[in-house]
Nanobody, 121 residues
Framework: VQLQASGGGLVQAGGSLRLSCAVS????????IAWFRQAPGKEREGVSY????????YYADSVKGRFTISRDNAKNTVYLQMNSLKPEDTAVYYC???????????????WGQGTLVTVSS
């Protein structure tokens, strides 16, 4: 199983980025895909995930209304559109896959390598 995260970069506060997570080696349609992030000195936190059963999406309170997760089953790819970025969004962003879903990193067996997002003030 491989998850390849990309799309990170440096952006000014108020700007936007779109992260991508390309998934291979598992049945994409049967997997919940999530985004997590980890800032220096902080624990990894759940940002958003898209469920297996009905493609419903869930968000941490800190990103609601600013981030949008979507999945393209034909491309085995999940996207995280991040708008109105804030300096506190600065972190390494990871995508992860599992059959259950949720925003707890313990639920996830498969992880990508991470992509750095830096938001300047």
């Amino acid at each position: 199983v491989q998850l390849q995260a990309s799309g990170g970069g440096l952006v000014q506060a108020g700007g936007s980025l779109r992260l991508s997570c390309a998934v291979s080696g598992l049945t994409f349609g049967n997997s919940a895909i999530a985004w997590f992030r980890q800032a220096p000195g902080k624990e990894r936190e759940g940002v958003s995930y898209v469920a297996v059963s009905d493609d419903s999406s869930y968000y941490a309170d800190s990103v609601k209304g600013r981030f949008t997760i979507s999945r393209d089953n034909a491309k085995n790819t999940v996207y995280l559109q991040m708008n109105s970025l804030k300096p506190e969004d600065t972190a390494v962003y990871y995508c992860a896959a599992d059959t259950v879903g949720g925003l707890n990193p313990r639920y996830y067996d498969y992880w990508g390598q991470g992509t750095l997002v830096t938001v300047s003030s």
